[in-house]
């Protein structure tokens, strides 16, 4: 039921979109003939769609997690882009199911661009870190001309956390910088320094 469901109002949102000027490329630049395209619909009607339902967000922190990921990104990093020649782009790419393997993948300009497309918000909308008095390089001066007008006052500064030492202390009752055989007051004389790791190269994560 969930099947045959889901496949009418696709179809129905499907058939809608393309009396409202739908745009087809590549391969399925035929599909603009009105006659191809009632045709690929009676196919798809025939076809017993598979729903795949997912379990909803666990709770509201993994909510935010999956949308940073677009509302401070954009759509694909510059250091992405490899190459472009003859009317092709030639660019790096994530392969998940091999591992987060990166790969090359090579697409025409206007496959290239038509995809590039569906991750351009809609007019009305900004990502988060280009626009408001949040946004970096005004965040300082707009507060302080915020609070002013509303005469408001600062914030308190932050109070610096406790230390390791004191944290063990409030947790266990018991504090590490006293000697558990005298009961004197230990003093760090030496830290042995911790071996350095070869520097790995910073990876962009991107989930375009």
Known sequence: MLSRLYRGIFLARLRAAFDAGLCFFGDLAPLAEPDAFRAFLAAQSQIEWVVYSKPPFADPSRVLDYLGRYTHRVAIANSRLLD????????????????????????????????????????????????????????????????????????????????????????TGQRLDICPCCGGQMADIFVWPSAKRPRKSRVQCDTS
């Open 84 to 171: 472009h020649d003859g009317g092709q782009v030639r660019f790096r790419w994530k392969d998940y199911r091999a591992g987060g393997k990166s790969k090359a993948m090579v697409l025409d300009a206007f496959e290239f661009i038509r995809r590039f497309l569906q991750h351009v918000l809609p007019k009305g909308f900004r990502r988060i870190r280009h626009f408001g008095f949040f946004a970096n390089p005004v965040r300082g001066k707009k507060l302080a001309q915020i609070r002013a007008a509303l005469n408001a006052d600062a914030p308190s500064p932050k109070v610096k956390g406790d230390d390791y030492r004191e944290r063990v202390a409030r947790l």
